[in-house]
């Protein structure tokens, strides 16, 4: 069966307490790898465990801020193992006119949606090549790394740099066996949003998709698999966009 190689690698993902980080951790495991949830919420993390454990999947956790170093070294020496998987999902939004956002939300976006994600991308990769066993690491980005949307001007620029960074990453980690792309969903219903679109300025958002509707978390499973594992092989340095064909809505 494809992706059966997943069994037994050990994979960590980010902002695992809740949310698409959640359910990345649950498709792992349920293909049989050994997932690390990792996030600052100690007591959302222990429950998001336990669910994966109730379904027989193998589940650990450990805290990590992914915006402070010394907190990501601290968590994967407690973990104490190498990884063969990142899936780097951790992330936060920050809407805000441009003309208002003050300088702390800026740095609050693009320390965690951009240096977060290289902070934790170096460590593990780290470790993939000092184990010898290179390894495959998830950027989650977004279709506003490639186009624009108002009010969102640090989470753009942030998922921009997300899949710039992706590229560079590829380049200097191929010869040490470890592929890096980018997953760059569209807009996709969660617990979250599920208000805001069925309200009529949701409504119109999902009018400019051209499949007129909004995506489900398990539609990003196929990409996030591919990827994750041997099927993806020979696919480092990419971006998929999975937007229901979003990004390729008329101007």
Request: proline content about 1%.
């Amino acid at each position: 069966m494809m992706f059966d190689d997943l069994k037994g690698k050990k994979a960590l993902i980010t902002g695992a307490s809740g949310g698409l980080g959640l359910h990345f951790a649950e498709l792992l495991a349920r293909r049989g790898a050994l997932v690390t949830l990792s996030a600052r919420r100690k007591q959302a993390l222990d429950e998001a465990c336990a669910r994966i454990e109730a379904a027989g999947g193998s589940a650990r956790t450990v805290q990590m801020d992914v915006t402070d170093s010394a907190s990501v070294v601290a968590a994967l020496a407690e973990v104490g193992t190498s990884f063969d998987i990142l899936v780097n999902n951790a992330g936060i939004s920050g809407a805000a006119r441009a003309l208002d956002l003050k300088e702390a939300e800026w740095d609050r976006v693009l320390d965690t949606n951009l240096k977060g994600v290289f902070v934790v991308a170096q460590a593990v990769a780290r470790g993939m090549k000092a184990a010898g066993h290179g390894g495959a690491i998830v950027n989650i980005a977004s279709i506003l790394g490639h186009r624009v949307a108002g009010n969102l001007s640090a989470y753009a620029t942030s998922k921009a740099g997300v899949i710039q960074l992706t590229r560079a990453l590829a380049l200097e980690w191929a010869r040490e066996g470890i592929r890096v792309n980018a997953l760059c969903p569209g807009y996709i219903e969660t617990d979250i949003n599920r208000e805001f679109f069925s309200s009529e300025a949701g409504d119109q958002l999902v009018r400019r998709i051209p499949q007129r509707r909004l995506g489900k978390p398990e539609e990003l499973d196929g990409a996030l698999l591919l990827l994750a594992s041997s099927a993806g092989s020979y696919i480092t340095g990419s971006s998929i966009e999975v937007d229901g064909g979003h990004l390729v809505s008329s101007l």
